[in-house]
């Protein structure tokens, strides 16, 4: 099976930076495609970003892209989403996922293509 362990979250100030971890271990464990979404109280739960563990291609939600920022380390099977110039509207619970597939850019925001979901870790924006 897969695992998939989160870290990072935690209350910032508007402005303030976090970088959150997901490192992902198990039998069945392959460095394809991992994602990162979130869900805020009372929505649905969006896209925020996605990698493939192989090569360079990295997308992100229009709503994040220039302040998030995704890296890896695949010595250690460890996705980065690194967060600055954070906003109260960027409050929710953050969740990394694993793709069995290497999914191709246009799939990667689709939730349904990911297989293994982290426990999720609380992301709060407030002064």
């Known amino acids: 099976q897969v695992e998939l362990e989160e870290s990072g979250g935690g209350l910032v100030q508007p402005g303030g930076s976090l970088r959150l971890s997901c490192a992902g271990s198990?039998?069945?464990?392959?460095?394809?495609?991992m994602g990162w979404f979130r869900q805020a109280p009372g929505k649905e739960r969006e896209f925020v970003g996605a990698?493939?563990?192989?090569?360079?291609?990295?997308i992100y939600a229009d709503s994040v892209r220039g302040r998030l920022t995704i890296s890896k380390d695949n010595a250690k099977n460890t996705g980065y989403l690194q967060m600055n110039s954070l906003k109260p509207e960027d409050t929710a619970v953050y969740y990394c996922?694993?793709?069995?597939?290497?999914?191709?850019?246009?799939?990667?925001?689709?939730?349904?293509?990911?297989?293994?979901w982290g426990q999720g870790t609380q992301v709060t924006v407030s002064s």
């Open positions: 996922a694993a793709s069995k597939l290497n999914l191709i850019a246009s799939s990667m925001s689709n939730r349904q293509f990911y297989d293994f």
């Open positions: 198990g039998r069945t464990w392959t460095r394809n495609t």
């Open positions: 990698f493939r563990w192989s090569g360079t291609t990295t």
